[in-house]
């Protein structure tokens, strides 16, 4: 089983919606990212957390809202999805003492 | 402000050859850089990292380097073999654990 998993794994909405996108981990990490991928533009960074009751904006947090519902648990939210947030969406996670951080399959998201 | 940059979108290189992957950064706080390698449809993999008191670590066929007077990194793939094709992004942080910063990536193609 994948440590890091993300659903779902596609999703077309149309502007105006609200969506969440889930991420879950089994790496036994307290810290975890959301970030986007753009052409060009590489991986920004949405929003992250370090501890349950902990949660930081990143580069790019407006227009997002994220929810950490348990240790292994953390989704990312569109309040009202538009066009320019069409991107590739990325959770990932990672321990206090090294950089390394584990990623998920992504999820790819388009928004009419 | 782009604090992570890869000014190449793109590089080939013939099989057997070195494949070289150059980034530059400009907050003198970055104490860890790590290469990720990124396949279509998956997440971005880690690949090697260095700390900012090495300028060298290697890892079989892969070497990055690190010169913090220019502020700029490079990875090294010799020798460069088909599977190695994928986009390379590069990443550093300011604390060991904390949030990083990524470049815009290359992809990089390895020619049979």
């Known amino acids: 089983d994948a440590d890091v998993t993300q659903t779902p794994r596609n999703r077309i909405t149309k502007t105006g919606k609200r969506i969440m996108l889930e991420c879950s981990q089994t790496k036994g990490h307290d810290r975890m990212y959301w970030y986007r991928q753009d052409p060009g533009l590489g991986l920004r960074l949405i929003y992250y957390s370090f501890d349950v009751k902990d949660i930081n904006k990143g580069e790019i947090s407006d227009g997002y809202s994220v929810s950490r519902q348990a240790q292994a648990k953390f989704s990312l939210s569109l309040e009202s999805a538009i066009p320019n947030q069409t991107a590739l969406y990325f959770c990932?996670?990672?321990?206090?003492?090294?950089?390394?951080?584990?990623f998920g399959p992504g999820t790819r998201l388009t928004v009419l | 402000d782009q604090q992570v940059k890869q000014n190449s979108p793109s590089l080939s290189v013939q099989e057997g050859r070195i494949s070289i992957l150059n980034c530059d950064y400009t907050?003198?706080?970055?104490?860890?850089f790590l290469w990720y390698k990124k396949y279509p449809a998956e997440g971005p993999t880690f690949l090697i990292s260095?700390?900012?008191?090495?300028d060298k670590n290697e890892d079989g066929r892969f070497t990055v380097f690190l010169n913090k007077s220019a502020k700029h990194l490079s990875l090294h793939i010799v020798p460069s073999q088909p599977g190695d094709s994928a986009v390379y992004f590069c990443?550093?942080?300011?604390?060991?654990?904390?949030?990083?910063?990524f470049g815009e990536g290359t992809q990089l193609t390895v020619n049979p």
């Open positions: 990443a550093a942080s300011e604390l060991r654990g904390s949030r990083l910063t």
């Open positions: 260095i700390s900012s008191i090495k």
């Open positions: 907050n003198s706080m970055f104490d860890y």
């Open positions: 990932a996670t990672g321990g206090a003492r090294s950089n390394e951080q584990f």
